[in-house]
C-alpha cells in the first residue's frame, strides 16, 4: 500500500509543495513545529533513511539544504534544524525546521490545527527565496 507521502507526491492527498524535482519533492507539514516546516521527501518509497543510495541520500540533503536557506532568510530563525525519525511514515523524510531553542524540535508542540493561510503564506515565503536564488524545480 502507497505511504501517505506517495499519496501526496502523486497527487491523491492534497500538499502545499515547494520544490519537485525527478528524485525528491519538498513540501510544508500539516502539523508544523513552526511557520515552514518542511519536509524533504524522495519519490522512491524507502522506508529507513539508512537503505537510500547513497547519491540519493546526497540529493535529499542538497535540497534540505537549499530549503533550509529560504527558511531562514524566510523567517529569520536562530538556525534552522534537520531531523529524520521515520517512526509516523514508513517513508525516509528529512524535517527542516526554523528553530529558536532546541525544544522548538520536541514534536508534542505540533500544531494540528495550523490555519490554512498560514501554511500558504509560509510556502509562498519559502518559494520567494527559493526563486530569487535561482533554484530550479520550484513548484507553483
Not at 513545529?33 to 540519493?56: C, F, N, Q
Not at 532568510?73 to 523524510?93: D, R, S, Y
Not at 524540535?105 to 510556502?123: V, W
Request: charged share 25%; net charge negative.
Amino acid at each position: 500500500m502507497a505511504s501517505v507521502f506517495t499519496k501526496i507526491i502523486n497527487g491523491e492527498l492534497p500538499g502545499r509543495f515547494l520544490y519537485k524535482d525527478d528524485k525528491c519533492v519538498a513540501f510544508l507539514t500539516i502539523a508544523p513545529l513552526k511557520p515552514g516546516h518542511t519536509l524533504v521527501v524522495p519519490r522512491e518509497e524507502i522506508d529507513h533513511w539508512i537503505d537510500l543510495p547513497a547519491d540519493l541520500a546526497a540529493h535529499l540533503m542538497i535540497v534540505a539544504q537549499q530549503i533550509g536557506r529560504a527558511i531562514q532568510a524566510g523567517f529569520m530563525p536562530a538556525k534552522v534544524a534537520t531531523t529524520i525519525l521515520g517512526l509516523e511514515v514508513p517513508h525516509t523524510h528529512i524535517h527542516v525546521v526554523p528553530i529558536n531553542a532546541e525544544s522548538d524540535m520536541h514534536f508534542e508542540k505540533q500544531d494540528r490545527n495550523a490555519k490554512a493561510e498560514d501554511l500558504d503564506a509560509a510556502a509562498e515565503t519559502i518559494r520567494q527565496h527559493l526563486r530569487s536564488v535561482g533554484v530550479e524545480g520550484v513548484a507553483d
